[in-house]
């Protein structure tokens, strides 16, 4: 069902196409719509560069649906500023996901988070994509500042993209999405993953797109990511016994290994190879964290 090989692009080029640049759009697609959902909580110091990021896009055809969960910031007013769609909804990110995708008008949906900010053919290529795709998984780019830790864990997330066990689709048919019954309410951390798992158990076609989405993510240090990676920890048990197969993969230092070192590989320069040892602390020390 998961093949023997380490996740790579070239083990499962069957069901896993690239997207490459801003294609032409078939016309069949010019017309359909996005919904745009991003899920909210006091968010107003990053919201507004992401929504600039929209209204730049080459794509117009969409809509934006922010799902808020009663911030006492600036959340809601940048957000109505902006002509998003404002509904108040919780408690987490899943919920609020799955709400908006019964609310949307789009035949595609996107789901975002608060703090990523888009290149300006994202949305095209979206579009283009599902002219033979059934969900999409969209380059990151994390920006995170100077820490070396997260200057490990940046390093590390470009390693993962055109892996299929450690890169999640954001990017989806609604019908797909619906049938798959959305994101799971009842896991933390893993929701992503969870769906991810669903697309490849149910053989849907998956694409991916390598115009980047920056992902401001905070800058933290060894502590404060293991922390929060503990709390991701309470739902472990469920998504193992759930599918049981992918979280062998999802959790192999082996496999892990492989793509990081193919990474560098890829890139070329010796000097790369000096995050393997942060990122090995890193997951070796999140292994442990999440079993307490």
């Not at 240090?221 to 922390?227: A, D």
């Not at 709390?231 to 998504?239: A, P």
Request: charged letters at 25%.
């Amino acid at each position: 069902m998961y093949g023997k090989d380490s996740g790579s692009l070239k083990s499962y080029k069957t069901i896993l196409s690239p997207i490459r640049g801003p294609n032409h759009v078939l016309e069949e697609y010019m017309q359909s719509m996005i919904s745009v959902i991003i899920p909210t909580k006091n968010s107003g110091n990053t919201l507004q560069k992401l929504l600039y990021s929209l209204g730049r896009q080459t794509y117009r055809n969409f809509e934006t649906i922010v799902f808020d969960n009663n911030s006492v910031d600036s959340t809601r007013e940048i957000a109505e500023e902006m002509n998003s769609i404002v509904v108040n909804f919780g408690p987490e990110r899943s919920a609020q996901r799955n709400k908006g995708a019964e609310i949307a008008k789009g035949e595609v949906l996107l789901f975002l988070e608060s703090d990523m900010e888009l290149t300006e053919h994202i949305l095209e290529q979206c579009i283009s994509g599902m002219s033979t795709s059934d969900a999409l998984c969209i380059m990151e780019k994390v920006v995170a500042g100077d820490n070396y830790w997260a200057k490990a864990r940046a390093f590390e997330r470009d390693a993962y993209f055109g892996s299929l066990y450690f890169e999640a689709a954001r990017c989806f048919r609604k019908m797909v999405f619906n049938k798959l019954g959305g994101y799971d309410a009842g896991l933390t951390g893993l929701e992503d993953m969870a769906l991810q798992a669903k697309l490849i158990e149910g053989g849907y076609r998956i694409g991916w797109i390598d115009g980047a989405i920056l992902h401001h993510e905070q800058d933290v240090g060894f502590s404060e990511y293991i922390k929060k990676r503990r709390l991701y920890g309470g739902t472990d048990k469920q998504f193992r016994d759930k599918f049981p197969e992918y979280w062998k993969r999802l959790q192999s230092p082996l496999l892990r290994s492989r793509v990081v070192l193919r990474h560098c590989a890829r890139i070329g320069e010796p000097s790369t190879l000096k995050y393997i040892p942060p990122i090995m602390l890193m997951r070796s020390a999140e292994f442990i964290a999440r079993r307490q």
